[in-house]
């Protein structure tokens, strides 16, 4: 019997588990959805034993797919989730409290005055640090739950909670670490300096200080575990990381000049680098060793992406044919013209990631008169998106990282008619993979890997990564898109003074 790889991939909307074969086959996969709530302004907070009961109801329905055989040669499970979803914890696992989502934004004071020390580490990850992160998260929780904070055994991320579950340890990730806790790995990791004046010297008492590399084997699965899910016993947990960037193993992006974007609820474009940036502006990073050992990422991201056109769906009540609003939508944007004669749209319904760094960005539709339609306004707002993902591009670029390529995944990679509009605007060959979601077989490659079947993340991607399709860009519209692109720009250099809080 074949060996077999799980890939447990928890988002924001719910989990989803895929079971893959050595040439990346999925023989299975389920899902099961979860809540978030949003309790006051800029909140958004989710339960862990909700995303705990999830996860077993979807591993329970998977593995009942499989023939006892096929259940015992799980040879290995990886897991990514969402990045900096934080939460207190007793030693145990039980959690003190609900958990703070990636997207809340509570910890902005925080944000703030870290960044306004202007300390040394802040270089290695753009130069400051954002609200989303664990530290000023836990900075927060340090000064406005001192009970929850004084009495909790860890603050922890919701990947590590998950892997604690599984297997028992209490570890982090050094993607999470690299990214979201100012761990700098050619610096000694941790630096107490740092973490001193920004009012955490007690930081080796409240985080996760034992780091692990991504695809290292942390552990194997609970032996209740096993026995309740019918699964080998000696099942290995690989150690994993944020979910887009665990994806980046799912679509190959591992080489030399590639940027992956994972095309959800919010968009995510990571590349790496051999060598040490010796500067970095507007985008993330750079990240030492956070994806693979002895490489440098670059991360860029949009808060609003596809969950900007589910709010226009609902808002403007597009309902489509049988049910089906996206290809409504798909046909509307394919029937307007580039630049959607005239209308623009900011994309910052929830801020700006990269490369403005602004939390206080808002969203803005501007060109309106009489003869527009919803039509119009739609195709402006795929247009505003990608326009944010050429601005990232564009601001890497400008740096010195140039891509030959971009490959995507996710949902949103389902319409083709976004698809090339997002090659023509940035100029760049679009590439799509058999395979849309990146995060369990980035997960399953991972798992591949760590439980020792390949040799190397490089092997196991080229085995178990297949292209399906790509867009080449129109050079022609590539040009008939400057204008509205620097139209784009240049609305929000005019607003961004009237758009603070």
């Known amino acids: 019997m074949e060996n077999l790889f799980m890939g447990v991939d928890t ?22 959805k979860w809540e978030t709530q ?76 870290i960044n306004q020390t202007e300390h040394e580490v802040l270089k290695y990850c753009g130069g400051s640090v954002s609200f989303e992160w664990l530290v000023p998260k836990t900075l927060w929780i340090k000064k406005h739950e001192p009970d929850i904070y004084n009495s909790c055994y860890r603050i922890v991320e919701q990947l590590d909670w998950i892997n604690y579950m599984l297997c028992g340890q209490w570890l982090g990730s050094m993607c999470n670490a690299s990214c979201k806790w100012n761990y700098v790995k050619s610096k000694g990791g941790f630096v107490r300096d740092y973490f001193e004046t920004i009012g955490l010297p007690e930081y080796e008492q409240k985080i996760l200080t034992d780091i692990r590399n991504v695809g290292e084997c942390i552990g194997c699965i609970r032996p209740e575990l096993a026995k309740e899910f019918g699964i080998n016993p000696d099942m290995k947990v690989v150690q994993g990381g944020i979910d887009a960037h665990i994806a980046m193993f799912g679509m190959n992006v591992i080489g030399k000049r590639q940027m992956g974007i994972i095309m959800g609820t919010s ?52 309902d489509g044919e049988n049910g089906n609003p996206y290809q409504l939508l798909m046909q509307a944007a394919a029937e307007i013209e580039p630049g959607a004669e005239g209308v623009t749209v900011l994309d910052f319904f929830q801020g700006n990631r990269t490369p403005y760094k602004d939390a206080d960005a808002k969203g803005v539709i501007y060109g309106l008169n009489i003869k527009h339609t919803w039509k119009h306004i739609y195709r402006a707002l795929i247009e505003s998106i990608s326009f944010g993902t050429r601005n990232i591009l564009d601001n890497q670029i400008e740096q010195g990282y140039d891509v030959d390529t971009i490959v995507a995944c996710g949902g949103v990679t389902q319409d083709h008619v976004w698809m090339q509009i997002m090659a023509d605007i940035t100029g760049k060959e679009l590439v799509v993979n058999e395979i849309l979601q990146a995060g369990t077989m980035g997960c399953c490659v991972l798992a591949a890997t760590g439980g020792g079947y390949y040799d190397s993340v490089y092997e196991a991607a080229d085995a178990m990564v297949k292209v399906k399709t790509s867009y080449k860009p129109d050079m022609e519209k590539h040009v008939l898109y400057e204008e509205p692109y620097n139209a784009y720009k240049k609305l929000y250099t005019n607003l961004k003074e009237m758009m603070k809080d």
């Not at 997207?103 to 004071?109: F, G, H, P, T």
């Not at 474009?269 to 050992?293: C, F, M, N, Q, R």
């Open 267 to 318: 968009f995510v474009h990571l590349s790496l680098v051999d060598e040490e940036p010796t500067s970095i502006k507007g985008i993330w990073g750079p990240y030492d060793s956070a994806v693979v050992d002895n490489k440098w990422l670059l991360e860029g991201g949009q808060t609003t992406a596809s969950g900007l056109v589910n709010w226009f769906r609902q808002n403007f009540h597009i």
């Open 11 to 32: 988002g924001t909307q719910g989990v989803r588990i895929s079971i893959a074969t050595p040439d990346g086959h999925l023989k299975v996969s389920c899902e099961e």
């Open 38 to 113: 949003y309790p006051k302004k800029g909140w958004a907070e989710q339960m862990p034993m909700h995303w705990w009961e999830s996860i077993c109801k979807a591993i329970t329905e998977c593995v009942s797919a499989l023939t006892e055989e096929e259940r015992m040669s799980i040879v290995s499970c990886c897991v990514c989730a969402t990045s900096s979803t934080v939460f207190a914890v007793k030693e145990d696992g039980e959690p003190l409290m609900p958990a703070i989502m990636w997207m809340d934004a509570r910890a902005k004071k925080e944000a703030e005055a």
